[in-house]
């Protein structure tokens, strides 16, 4: 997978164009604190802040630049 700039002439256009996209990534990771810091060092915004969830793991929500 990924996850670029547009190319219009191609057709490719982003979330961002399109007011925003029903398509969710969920990553499972050894370290969510590590890259969460990275994704959000690489210019992500936070949707929901990474967490303790009920069910044990950190979970959180971020849009990378491209709105995705």
């Known amino acids: 997978m ?3 700039s547009e190319f219009p002439a191609a ?3 982003s979330p961002l164009a399109i007011g ?3 398509t ?3 990553l ?3 370290d969510a604190r590590a890259v969460w810091a990275c994704a959000l060092a690489a ?5 929901h802040e990474l967490a303790e969830q009920f069910w044990g793991e950190l979970h959180g929500q971020i849009v ?3 709105g995705h």
């Open 2 to 4: 990924k996850v670029a």
């Open 11 to 13: 057709g490719i256009v």
């Open 24 to 26: 969710v990534l969920q």
């Open 43 to 47: 210019g992500a915004t936070v949707c």
């Open 64 to 66: 990378d630049p491209f």
């Open 20 to 22: 925003r996209t029903a």
């Open 28 to 30: 499972e990771v050894s």
